[in-house]
């Protein structure tokens, strides 16, 4: 069965640090990741995503997350947080080969920046 | 392109009452979604509609149904509300490139059930 697990339900960071927001996934075959963000009233906007290629993925806002084939894990990172990147973040996750319309979401991690 | 919109944007409910809820897309795409987003449990499909005249059950379908009206338009319908269906609800429609696919959420609708 597909899944994914986001451990922390919430993250707390000091502007200008850097923040991680983890992921980890279960899925039958190779799996596409991806990352979305929901700030407070609003519909989830898409950040990135992993197909295949290089493990680190580059996506909007500065974010980027490293796939980690060994550790199923596909971790969001941020060199530098900003107070404006404080929202919801969502992992979401799809099977490659079947399911093929079907993506399963994380539960979710609020990410607070403080100045 | 206005993207994927939803309305209505909020609604009550008193148990028992039937609604709608429509969405719809203007990007041309095949593939669209129902999914409901409740405290601590992200976001859980209700519905999808791989293409126009096709529509599958996702994780929570009982109480629901869906129609994909056409390739534009897919609505939820609750026909008995419960409380349990408090909650609110965003639509999504995929693109599909070559290099993968991304699904655009629509703005939700908050729905209260009493």
């Known amino acids: 069965a597909q899944s994914v697990a986001q451990p922390e339900d919430q993250v707390n960071v000091a502007e200008g640090n850097p923040l991680t927001v983890k992921c980890t996934y279960s899925?039958?075959?190779?799996?596409?990741l991806f990352w979305y963000v929901q700030y407070p009233n609003r519909g989830l906007q898409f950040l990135l995503k992993?197909?295949?290629?290089?493990?680190l993925v580059k996506g909007s806002y500065g974010f980027e997350a490293e796939f980690n084939k060994s550790q199923t894990s596909f971790h969001l990172k941020k060199p530098s947080a900003l107070v404006s990147d404080s929202a919801l973040y969502f992992c979401?996750?799809?099977?490659?080969?079947?399911?093929?319309?079907?993506?399963?979401f994380g539960s979710g991690t609020k990410l607070n920046v403080k100045p | 392109n206005a993207g994927v919109t939803q309305t209505p944007k909020f609604q009550v409910l008193k148990t028992g009452q039937s609604m709608t809820l429509q969405c719809a897309q203007d990007?041309?795409?095949?593939?669209m979604y129902w999914y409901r987003q409740d405290p601590g449990m992200g976001l859980r499909l209700i519905y999808y509609?791989?293409?126009?005249?096709?529509?599958d059950k996702g994780e929570v379908p009982n109480g629901y149904n869906v129609s994909r009206l056409n390739k534009r338009e897919f609505s939820l319908r609750l026909e008995s509300a419960a409380p349990s269906q408090t909650s609110v609800y965003f639509c999504?429609?995929?693109?599909?490139?070559?290099?993968?696919?991304?699904?655009?959420f629509g703005p939700g609708t908050r729905l209260l059930v009493l």
């Open positions: 979401a996750v799809r099977a490659a080969l079947y399911n093929f319309n079907k993506f399963y």
């Open positions: 899925v039958s075959g190779n799996p596409y």
């Open positions: 992993y197909i295949t290629g290089d493990n």
């Open positions: 990007m041309n795409h095949n593939s």
């Open positions: 509609s791989a293409s126009e005249g096709t529509t």
């Open positions: 999504a429609s995929l693109r599909v490139q070559a290099m993968g696919e991304t699904q655009y």
